[in-house]
Nanobody, 116 residues
């Protein structure tokens, strides 16, 4: 069973930072795969936050551009999401996702709470 494992969520004050980590099995980790982060807030649909495209570029949601940075380590098969200047609207469950060879894989999610 393919399992993505997220970590790094937590409670942070507005303006603070968090870094999310996603460990991806080597069997599905590929520079040509779509891989990245989605989030789901209460009452809202799951939305794309940031991801690597199949061509290796990076795409960000407009709401996080300039504040969040996605990166990856191809030696450890890990994807990161550095989140700075967090706002209450950034709160939600963040999911790591990989789409590769017609299949989609998801992690269990990590909760991010932004509150004073």
């Amino acid at each position: 069973q393919v399992q993505l494992v997220e970590s790094g969520g937590g409670l942070v004050q507005p303006g603070g930072s968090l870094r999310l980590t996603c460990a991806i099995p080597q069997s599905i980790f590929s520079r040509h795969a779509l891989m990245g982060w989605y989030r789901q807030s209460p009452g809202k649909e799951r939305e794309l936050v940031a991801h690597f495209t199949s061509g290796g570029g990076r795409t960000y949601a407009e709401s996080v551009t300039g504040r969040f940075t996605i990166s990856r380590d191809t030696l450890t098969n890990t994807v990161y999401l550095q989140m700075n200047s967090l706002k209450p609207d950034d709160a939600g469950v963040y999911y790591c996702s990989v789409q590769n060879r017609g299949s989609a894989y998801w992690g269990q999610g990590t909760q991010v709470t932004v509150s004073s």
